[in-house]
């Protein structure tokens, strides 16, 4: 695990990426709403609201903890009809994991969507990295402010941190989908993430049959690095995006 960790301090102060996006894309974010940890942004749909997407960001540097690094992909969802609610969860001046991550998050998803006037549709969580292992934890606690997500997408998930607290993952709802990706080149978190992932569901009973591992293949120009996600090229959008939009139309 110190391994890991070491690693993704490295990506965190990377910024786990750089935001290249035009101020016209960053203008359709709104927020951030409320403070610190609990901070969260949203993007509406450009139509009727299908459904809510929450989107965990990987570990914080200084831009991940925004929505800066994703905006097209956050574009993309709210094109697709969904409501997207990206809290920040944790503050990237402290690189090292905060402990209360699902309770900050839980405290931004609810501000989210209050600030969007609590539309009851189907929900899916989509967690990048750190965000991966917490998009399960998230969907675990959800229901206690409203939301009841339909699936989760956790891609590139990194292992969990000692010091976050164990959540009781027989609370998730065994009808719920859970997709996990992984990358054919991801050095950074590896498959090790993704089996913790695992491990973690099978001890709490949850069905084998809600759950799917995705291997994201490296081909031609396209590598399924780690930092793969953060680019909207056309494969990795395919990579990416596409699976979402697949999971997000499978629970509507």
């Not at 965990?56 to 831009?63: D, E, K, S, W």
């Not at 209360?100 to 549709?121: F, I």
Request: proline share 8%.
């Amino acid at each position: 695990m110190r391994g890991a960790a070491a690693a993704l301090a490295v990506l965190a102060l990377a910024g786990c990426g750089s935001a290249k996006h035009p101020a016209a894309l960053q203008a359709r974010v709104e927020g951030p709403f409320g403070q610190g940890a609990d901070q969260v942004w949203v993007v509406r749909p450009t139509g009727p609201t299908k459904s809510v997407v929450v989107f965990l960001h990987g570990l914080g540097g200084p831009t991940e903890d925004t929505p800066a690094n994703h905006v097209p992909w956050l574009l993309h969802l709210a094109e697709r009809g969904s409501a997207v609610i990206y809290p920040r969860y944790e503050v990237a001046a402290t690189i090292d994991a905060q402990p209360a991550a699902a309770e900050h998050a839980l405290k931004g998803v609810a501000l989210g969507l209050k600030t969007l006037g609590l539309p009851r549709v189907p929900a899916v969580i989509i967690g990048y990295s750190r965000g991966g292992p917490l998009a399960v934890d998230l969907a675990s606690v959800a229901p206690a402010i409203g939301l009841e997500p339909r699936g989760v997408l956790a891609v590139f998930p990194s292992r969990r941190f000692p010091s976050e607290p164990k959540l009781d993952l027989r609370a998730l709802d065994p009808t719920e989908l859970v997709w996990i990706m992984i990358g054919d080149r991801d050095t950074v978190v590896g498959p090790y993430g993704a089996d913790e992932l695992l491990q973690r569901l099978a001890s709490s009973g949850f069905p084998q049959k809600s759950v799917r591992l995705i291997e994201v293949v490296s081909h031609g120009t396209f590598s399924a690095t780690h930092l793969a996600v953060l680019s909207d090229s056309a494969d990795a959008r395919t990579a990416f995006w596409d699976t979402a939009d697949a999971l997000v139309t499978r629970v509507r």
